[in-house]
């Protein structure tokens, strides 16, 4: 995979990241990327630059086989690793094609009082680390094993 951006390498295999392997690269503008699941450590260093399009480290997937569901884990955070972005504004990228890409098996649950909420690349909400959850939904679909919530 490849960076996103210019910017400086924060971490690797740090504690922000998403095992097996992690890198996370700050950019300018308070704005960190985090790329996980790494098939194997990146050979960067903390301290050291990257420029955009930069190979960085091999995509794998959360098992360490990279045969399972191989897969980058990418998020857009800011430093503080509070705040999570939608990638959209960042990124140019045809995104509706990536969204219909593969899927690992899971589906997505849907709130039936509003089932289109969240359902485009570009109406994804910002995160907040520790904040409210997002899916709290009042008739989510599919109803939850044994119809407890």
Do not use: K
């Not at 960076?3 to 704005?31: K, M, Q, R, Y």
């Not at 045809?94 to 039936?112: Q, V």
């Not at 995160?127 to 939904?137: C, S, V």
Request: aromatic content about 8%.
């Amino acid at each position: 995979m490849r960076a996103i951006g210019d910017g400086v390498v924060a971490e690797v295999d740090g504690p922000h990241g998403s095992p097996p392997h992690n890198v996370v690269v700050d950019h300018a503008g308070n704005l960190s990327s985090l790329y996980g699941h790494l098939r194997v450590r990146s050979s960067l260093r903390v301290g050291q630059r990257v420029t955009r399009g930069q190979v960085i480290g091999q995509s794998g997937d959360s098992q360490g086989t990279c045969v399972s569901a191989p897969h980058l884990h990418l998020e857009l955070r800011d430093r503080s690793h509070q705040r999570f972005f939608n990638p959209l504004p960042f990124i140019a990228a045809d995104w509706n094609s990536l969204a219909l890409a593969g899927s690992f098996g899971r589906g997505y649950e849907y709130d039936l009082t509003q089932p289109r909420r969240w359902q485009t690349p570009d109406s994804q909400p910002a995160a907040l680390r520790g904040g409210p959850l997002l899916n709290e939904y009042r008739q989510p679909w599919p109803p939850a094993a044994g119809g407890a919530r």
